[in-house]
């Protein structure tokens, strides 16, 4: 007589875009996987016939899984798992996933230092006016080397205001003091002392105070309700006007009207983007305004990264898979 089999059967995966090669591979060797060849964004309709047929679906920061989602899981009764390839989750109506109970995970931590490197890479462009020197030399228009020619602002000794001293707002700050930058930061916590000492860092309790007194500032807080448009006319209107803001955190902090407009009266002096409020549309005075360094939302984008990421997807559906709550579980309490 044949011995009954103990394997589990392979969850049934479905993932919204392409991911890394080798992260691919190994999701077929240990799921049962439907991968999208074609990178081609799902559609809402896709998305919830996606979430009625799988197990456990891997989706990104370009899908909106949002309430009808998942009733259309619900109504399914299959959708066990949401494992994000991300570290975000505003895209995701967590309370609806609860509704269903669906356990939502995504990937912290693996992306800090290639998100804290994007904004110092735009710290360094916008005052230093990287962008349009680039630019001037690929039209063949650079005339030489002129005492007076593509002057910027020093970086160093300069006060920088970061909003958000989670991981990546800290990875920022031990950048920035490298660079001579002073460190201010807004945080619902203040951080312990001996993370404030070592960083040299002063703690604004009153974001309005703090974005009034400093020369740069960078948004590094996550998208939730209460952040959703932190940053709009009236803060533009407290900056001083050599300020520079960088945002690589997610364009709906900030209200881009009040941006492009704040530029173009020339209340700030410039600003550097990694993210966008309706990506991937961006407000076309933005590519028209001076002193203004655009890049589409690549902070993560390193190959280790991605790679990284992928490894945390699949670590979270295994642990998942063996009946463990997986590492990386999102919202607190849940059973
Ligand atoms: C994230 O992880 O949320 C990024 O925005 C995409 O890498």
């Known amino acids: ?15 919204t875009r392409r991911l890394p090669q080798a992260v691919e591979t190994r999701m077929a060797e240990l799921f049962d996987v439907t991968l999208n060849l074609t990178d ?24 909106r899984i949002d309430a009808a ?8 009764g299959r959708l066990k798992l949401l494992a994000n390839f991300g570290v975000g989750v505003d895209h995701i109506d967590l309370a609806a996933a609860r509704g269903a109970d669906v356990v939502v995970t995504n990937t912290p931590g693996v992306l800090t230092d290639d998100t804290a490197d994007m904004v110092m890479a735009l710290i360094l462009s916008v005052p ?8 001037l030399v690929r039209a063949g228009e650079w005339r030489g080397w002129s005492p007076t020619g593509m002057l910027g602002h020093r970086i ?4 920088l205001g970061i909003i958000g001293m989670g991981r990546i707002g800290r990875a920022v700050a031990t950048r920035a003091r490298g660079f001579g930058l002073t460190v201010h930061y807004h945080n619902r916590h203040r951080l312990p002392a001996e993370v404030e000492g070592a960083l040299e860092a002063t703690w604004w309790d009153n974001l309005d105070a703090m974005l009034a007194r400093v020369d740069i500032i960078t948004i590094n807080c996550p998208h939730t309700p209460d952040t959703h448009h932190l940053i709009g006319a009236k803060q533009f209107a407290l900056m001083q006007r050599q300020a520079y803001l960088i ?17 173009a009266a020339g209340r700030i002096a410039g600003a550097g983007l990694d993210v966008f409020e309706n990506e991937p549309a961006i407000d076309p005075r933005l590519l028209e305004l001076p002193g203004v360094v655009l890049v589409p939302h690549m902070g993560s984008a390193t190959f280790e990264g991605r790679q990284a990421m992928g490894e945390k997807v699949i670590a979270n559906i295994r642990v998942w898979a063996d009946g463990h709550r997986p590492p990386d579980q999102v919202l607190e309490g849940w059973a």
């Open 1 to 15: 007589m044949a011995a009954a089999s103990t394997a589990r059967p392979r969850p049934k995966v479905i993932v």
């Open 69 to 76: 989602v998942f009733a259309a899981a619900r109504a399914a």
């Open 128 to 135: 230093r006016r990287l962008a349009e020197g680039e630019k």
């Open 247 to 263: 945002n690589a955190a997610r364009g709906e902090i900030v209200d881009e009207n009040a941006l492009c407009e704040a530029l």
């Open 156 to 159: 160093t000794g300069k006060r």
């Open 40 to 63: 081609e964004p799902f559609s809402q309709d896709q998305l919830a016939a996606a979430a009625a047929n799988c197990d456990v679906l891997v989706g990104t920061v370009t899908d």
